[in-house]
């Protein structure tokens, strides 16, 4: 018999601990009644030279169970030689080639194509070789189908000529998707081959590679991973990323600095770095950092020279990544279209308060287009506006314009500044007999009722900002939503009436409030909720998509609506056709990608991971539960490693420790009653003390 956990049946010692108790002499449990001892003189006990084992069956009863969960714990189990693979029989092997970015730097993308050429060469005729690529993304250069299709003499040949054909990528490292992937690939092969499963990982094993897939992933038995690494000579590093701003640092008026963290490998030898403008002007001085091994230091560039796009770090050994692309930021160009007779400069109309409430920032530049006059809209001007508000006009021309707008997608705030407004709801709407009286309001409104669920009020949800009961509603008109097909009411006044309703129109929507933001109807243009409502209104109804200062290789970008059909121009200058609103997801190069028509640029840079150079400890995998073993592993590791992996599986099946922990049970019950019985004072001891 051998054991999984030998050191466990050191537990046996225990049963010392029984026999210790049964040699120590207690005194005993039954008591005489006795008259007064005054008259008897004091004699000590007398003390035997030896202790005696008393009721030596309940000793060895509980010795015995105590040797029994030792030898439980011990996971024992019965040697026997488990059946190996039939004669002949092949192996199943998947190899994994690392394409990521950090297998551009020196030699090591054709030390990994001959590590992989020498396994494929010496493959047994029998053996079944999968051949993938991994990144960001999984590539099949060779599967199973294909190999077992393929003659064995010219099987190398062609994984071979097809690994030619590929270089590394500038992706990042998912090595945990990759594993994953491969332990489907051998599952969905088939049981045909009876032979081990391996995966076999070609790769530099830097740090940066993501692990997270892994997390509390079981390990399906049969299965093992290989690590077959390439190292490079130099494994210093240094590595420039941008640090894009927040929308919340935005200060109107203010221009906000770029950032620039470089990153310094501890294994590096250089503390000195400079930063210099690609493309710019001659005599362009350039910044200089000083960052210490092991740290990282920021630093703050004010403006990019005119036709610069790209910072190049120097004085790195490394210089696969040391290009960083950046472009100054681009506000975001948002037309609102205001229709209505309003003077700019009248502060008691609508438009005067519309003009101040989207200041100009760093992320977005509002313009405020006036059409006053009673002829219907310029197209182009509609195609452009991404939001219109309607004013006291009545004119039918520009309602249908209005109409139009909301059905092709997009939002018409149509504030009530009189009952008459009820005319201009109602043509925009073809709802003419609609109408919309003054309410009775004693004193001022309140907004009772709030929709915080919807995207107009969600960013108000926190109850830090809920609290509308400041806003004081002097005036309003009494709306009946339920005679409008399909409206929303998205907020209520104390009386119940509906404050703010919105109507589906089309693709787009009406947004009406029964009462304006005039002072002579309200307070809500002298609030802080204003400029956050006409945002969110700008934002529900603006077709340009949220878009970041970067994106890293690999992203989806974003792209904008419209009729008219958008390519993209890559770094390289190849042009891309992409359907109006789809997203972009060919960004695998590094650079400055152009979207025509239309000014739109956006950055691609490398991911700040593929930076971290420095190979990671193979324990990380060991502690995921993946079964490893290296390539240098010699024959008597080996040959213990798989010794283990066989007593694991001899014991799994024998499972004795059970049988141990019933037969252990058992015993402790026999002893309980047993030591009840002795327990139990004799027949008759009672009468003999009366």
Not at 289 to 315: C, E, H
Not at 451 to 476: E, G, Q, T, V
Request: charged share 20%.
């Amino acid at each position: 018999m051998s054991f999984l956990a030998p050191l466990f049946a050191l537990g046996v010692l225990a049963v010392a601990g029984p026999i210790l108790f049964h040699l120590i002499r207690r005194t005993t449990r039954e008591k005489t009644p006795f008259s007064t001892l005054m008259f008897l003189e004091p004699s000590p006990p007398r003390i035997t030279k030896r202790s005696r084992l008393e009721n030596v069956g309940l000793l060895l009863l509980r010795c015995l169970a105590l040797a029994l969960l030792a030898l439980a714990f011990a996971r024992p189990f019965l040697q026997r030689v488990l059946p190996g693979p039939p004669p002949g029989s092949g192996q199943r092997i998947v190899i994994l080639a690392d394409t990521s970015a950090s297998m551009r730097r020196e030699n090591l993308w054709a030390e990994a194509r001959a590590k992989i050429e020498e396994r494929v060469r010496t493959a047994h005729p029998t053996d079944e070789i999968a051949l993938l690529t991994f990144d960001r993304e999984m590539h099949t250069v060779m599967s199973f189908e294909e190999w077992r299709k393929t003659a064995p003499d010219e099987r190398a040949a062609a994984t071979t000529q097809r690994l030619a054909a590929i270089t590394p990528r500038w992706n990042a490292t998912r090595l945990d998707a990759a594993l994953l992937h491969s332990i489907e690939a051998l599952d969905q092969a088939g049981q045909s081959l009876q032979g081990k499963r391996e995966i076999v990982v070609v790769s530099d094993m830097q740090e940066g590679a993501q692990l997270d897939g892994l997390q509390g992933y079981q390990w399906p038995r049969g299965i093992s991973v290989t690590i077959d690494p390439v190292s490079a000579r130099a494994q210093e590093n240094a590595a420039a990323q941008w640090l894009s701003e927040s929308e919340e640092s935005d200060k109107p008026g203010e221009e906000v600095p770029l950032r620039v963290r470089v990153n310094n490998a501890a294994e590096s030898k250089h503390e000195q770095f400079q930063l210099r403008w690609q493309g710019a002007p001659e005599g362009t001085l350039p910044i200089d950092a000083y960052v210490p091994a092991g740290q990282a230091r920021i630093v703050r560039i004010t403006k990019p020279p005119a036709g610069a796009t790209a910072l190049a770090l120097s004085g790195d050994d490394t210089p696969f990544d040391n290009t960083l692309s950046i472009l100054a930021p681009q506000p975001a160009q948002l037309p609102v279209l205001f229709v209505g007779p309003d003077a700019d400069e009248d502060p008691h109309g609508s438009l005067y308060y519309l003009r101040r409430a989207f200041p100009k920032t760093a992320h977005q530049n509002v313009e405020i287009l006036a059409h006053r006059d009673g002829s219907a809209v310029p197209a182009y001007q509609l195609q452009q506006a991404q939001l219109l508000v309607l004013g006291e006009t009545t004119a039918s021309a520009p309602l249908a314009s209005a109409r139009q707008f909301a059905r092709d997608g997009k939002i018409v705030v149509l504030p009530l500044t009189s009952a008459t407004s009820a005319t201009t709801l109602g043509q925009t709407l073809e709802m003419p007999t609609l109408s919309a009286p003054e309410a009775t309001v004693k004193d001022y409104a309140l907004l009772a009722q709030i929709d915080f669920r919807h995207p107009l009020f969600a960013a108000f949800a926190d109850p830090r900002f809920s609290d509308f009961a400041k806003i004081h509603w002097w005036k309003y008109r009494r709306l009946d939503a339920s005679a409008l097909p399909g409206a929303q009411t998205l907020a209520q006044f104390d009386s119940g009436d509906p404050a703010i309703v919105q109507v589906p129109l089309g693709k787009g929507s009406v947004v009406v409030f029964t009462s304006s933001w005039r002072l002579a109807d309200s307070q809500l243009a002298l609030s802080s909720k204003f400029v956050p409502l006409l945002q969110a209104l700008l934002e529900q109804s603006s077709s340009l998509p949220p878009q970041k200062a970067q994106y890293f290789v690999g992203d989806d970008v974003p792209l904008p609506t419209g009729p008219q059909p958008i390519t993209v121009r890559k770094p390289d200058g190849k042009e891309l056709a992409v359907a109006p609103g789809a997203k972009f997801s060919d960004t695998d190069q590094p650079g400055v990608y152009a979207v025509s028509p239309g000014t739109q640029r956006f950055v691609v840079n490398l991911s700040p991971d593929e930076s971290r150079l420095a190979p990671f400890s193979t324990e990380r995998l060991i502690a995921l539960g993946v079964p490893l073993h290296t390539v240098h592993e010699t024959a008597a590791e080996v040959a213990r490693r798989e010794g283990q992996a066989q007593a694991v599986e001899i014991e799994n099946q024998q499972k004795l420790w059970r049988w141990l922990l019933v037969a252990a049970l058992g015993v402790l019950l026999l002893e309980t009653l047993f030591a009840g019985k002795l327990s139990r004072p004799a027949s008759g001891s009672t009468t003999a003390s009366t």
